[in-house]
């Protein structure tokens, strides 16, 4: 068995939405999952729950994917995985593992590595870019999708704010969280969001701690999904307590985000939070300008940050 290490892959995890930007925001954070590539007789996985280690796996269905859409031939592979990101969702984890799988197909291409391409085939395979871009990029990012290409801007987040991520010990099914939105909306909610959108970006690029606590209240998808989180009340109530500048479901749930003007505010929000229920996965994060980066065999490394792009 061949068992020489290809590349590895290391991706962010990421909140998509921040609040207001349904579908169209996200934002990278300092946690990273690892991915390693080897060439191999046949398909094994390790390093994630049994359940994923088969042909099901999203790393590997991806790969299979990309490859499909470059017009290349899967080859069986070893991949280890090692993320820290919790699976019950909302923080990226199903991004890192899709862009891990495009990036090994694109790897293997003639083509190379290419962020574009990467985000483009991502958003093929996840659906919309919230998650995907600000993995790819990093930083804070809006994207929409134009004629099937995916145009992507990058904010800067300004220094001081952290970011409390808190994931119950449960899950939210992404169909059940887009089941819960309306399939319409008024004219008046549509700006509400518009307005906050841009006030949010604005309130995060320049560090307007008391723009956001303002701006980042959502009428899009929150007041529905949070029905499907047992404990949104109660940690929200507890961040609020802490001072919490603004507090949001991540992405689709069942994660949560409480942004926090200082350290000090985000260790007081963890220890509200601990009180509503000592079963949580809690963790200070703070925005992250590095994207996706891949190591070669030959130790060449290539990634992308904020202020390559």
Known sequence: MQDDIIF???????????????????????????????????????????????DDNLVWQAYCTACDKLGDEPTPKHITIDSPIPFSGGL???????IAGVACALQESHSGWDPER?????????????????????????????????????IKIARGFSFVAIAPPYSVQTEDARLAM??????ETTVWQMGR???VTNALATGNAGLLSTACVDKLHEPYRKKLIPDYDALREAARMARA?????SGSGA?????????????AVMNNARDVRDDLW????????????????????????????
């Open 8 to 54: 590895s892959v290391s991706v962010p995890a990421t909140s998509a939405n921040v609040g207001v930007g349904y579908d169209c925001l996200g934002l990278a954070f300092n946690l990273r999952a690892h991915f390693t590539f080897r060439e191999a007789d046949e398909l094994e996985i390790d390093g994630c729950p049994s359940r994923f280690q088969n």
């Open 255 to 267: 994660a949560m985000i409480a942004i926090c003007e200082s350290p000090i505010v985000a260790q």
């Open 182 to 187: 309306p399939s319409e909306v008024p004219i």
């Open 245 to 249: 500048s603004a507090f949001v479901i």
């Open 118 to 154: 990467a985000l483009d085939l991502a958003c093929r395979i996840e659906g919309h870019p919230d998650n995907v871009a600000p993995a790819i990029y990093g930083g804070l990012t809006s994207s929409f999708v134009e004629g099937g290409h995916t145009v992507c801007s990058r």
């Open 197 to 199: 959108v841009v006030a």
């Open 282 to 309: 809690i963790q200070i994060l703070e925005p992250s300008l590095a994207g996706t980066s891949i190591t070669c065999d030959d130790n060449t490394i290539h990634h992308n940050t904020f202020d390559e792009i």
């Open 92 to 98: 990226g984890s199903s991004s890192t593992c899709v």
